[in-house]
């Protein structure tokens, strides 16, 4: 029998590649576990407990029927999804785009944040990313042998320093990254940040990936897309989904936008990460994309209510409230309460009083800036956050 030292090659050697060992599970995994384990209420993973509209869930199902996406689909992604993706840029943002070569479907935005930080960046190449970050993010760069330099957005109100921004770039800086609505603070980036943005990326010839997956979910202010500035639609590669949108979160179907040259980048890399994935599914979306915008506005006004009653059940249970401009999670600071690790403060609470939440201190590299803030998604039927609210007032 073949020693495990042998099968290691190295007994010394750890089996996880270095870049990402210091990652280990994600939270989310950590949380939702806790979750299922307490019988605790989940306002921990932002997944909604209520599926999308059903006409979209029936286009699925008649894509199935059909015989349409059960097989590999076409590797940049199902024509009429492409097509669909064009015109809602087309329609909400007045941007333009091929379908055939400035547009490729992925698996969920996950998927493309991953492809296009594995193609675009070498080893020791910078990325400078708005932090808190999602946590896929900094393990992307990881991934690519790249490094990451954070941006810090600090409370109470999540603001970037674009003079820091300045003087953060470097000979070293290939690619800025950012996520607007962003997660998890909630700031939407106005248009004129983006601008100052956009001039530092045009002055240093810096490539630019946005994360705009929460782009309908913006309750104050407007989304601006960043391509749609002077100078970025050719150094943008803009990144969406129908998760969020649509509530289909399982569906796992995102996309990007960008030139020809950078798309072709990307596919280089998406190709042999899933190759292709969600056939009939993206002919769903393709249907979901084209919905009236009465869709698109009620969807919002649910959400912005949500986010007024748990924030309000929030700040009377003692909590220092951020209320989001945008994306449906909200922020606050333990602080008040006598706390002062908000991971601990996540790890007891359903003990507590029987509800989840994230620690933002996972999002940050600099772990004293949210090391008392902790996150909720509202993304969840009324009555459950009403439950929620009622369960916190044992703090």
């Known amino acids: 029998m073949t020693p495990m030292s042998a099968l290691a090659g190295n007994s010394s050697r750890p089996y996880l590649n270095r870049s990402l060992a210091a ?6 995994a950590e949380m939702s576990a806790l979750a299922a384990a307490t019988g605790s209420i989940n306002l921990g993973q932002g997944f909604p407990d209520t599926d999308g509209p059903a006409e979209i869930a029936e286009a699925a199902v008649r894509a199935i029927r059909d015989g349409r996406g059960n097989q590999y689909p076409p590797g940049p992604g199902v024509p009429e999804l492409r097509t669909a993706i064009t015109a809602h840029q087309q ?11 400035e547009v490729l479907v992925t698996a969920g935005a996950t998927e493309a944040i991953a492809a ?3 193609a675009l960046l070498e080893p020791g190449d910078e990325v400078i990313a708005l932090e808190p970050f999602y946590d896929s993010y900094a393990a992307c760069i990881a991934m690519a042998g790249a490094v990451r330099v954070p941006l810090t ?15 953060a770039i470097t000979p070293r800086t290939r690619l ?15 248009r004129e940040e983006l601008a100052v943005i956009a001039e530092l990326a045009v002055e240093r010839d810096l490539l630019v990936v946005t994360d705009e997956v929460y782009e309908h979910l913006v309750f104050e202010g407007a989304h601006v897309p960043l391509a749609s500035l002077p100078g970025m639609r050719e150094r943008t590669v803009t990144i969406s989904s129908a998760g969020k949108t649509f509530s289909f979160t399982g569906w796992k179907v ?56 748990l924030s309000d059940g929030l700040a009377a249970a003692g909590f220092e409230v951020f209320r989001p401009q ?45 090391a008392t803030q902790v996150r909720w998604a509202f ?17």
Not at 23 to 28: A, H, L, N, R, S
Not at 91 to 101: A, H, Q
Not at 153 to 167: E, G
Not at 380 to 395: H, I, P, S
């Open 91 to 101: 329609r909400f943002y007045g941007l333009s785009y091929d379908p055939d070569t």
């Open 176 to 190: 800025l990254l950012l996520n607007t609505p962003h997660n998890p603070t909630g700031t939407v980036l106005t």
């Open 326 to 370: 945008g994306t449906y999670f909200i922020t606050t600071d333990v602080s008040p309460l006598g706390e002062k690790d908000g991971l601990a403060f996540c790890r007891a609470l359903p003990g507590r009083c029987g509800v989840v939440a994230i620690p933002n201190q996972v999002f940050y590299d600099d772990k004293s800036a949210g």
């Open 254 to 309: 995102g996309w990007i936008t960008a030139p020809p040259a950078l798309v072709s980048a990307v596919r280089s890399a998406k190709q042999f990460l899933t190759y292709v994935s969600s056939g009939p599914f993206q002919y769903a979306v393709a249907e979901a994309l084209a919905l009236p915008d009465s869709y698109f506005d009620d969807f919002r006004a649910d959400l912005a209510a949500k986010r007024d009653l």
């Open 23 to 28: 990652f280990g599970t994600t939270i989310f």
């Open 379 to 395: 993304c969840k039927r009324t009555d459950v956050l009403q439950e929620a609210v009622d369960r916190l007032r044992r703090l």
């Open 153 to 167: 957005l600090r409370a109470p109100h999540f603001r970037p320093d674009l003079d820091a921004l300045r003087d």
């Open 116 to 118: 296009s930080l594995l």
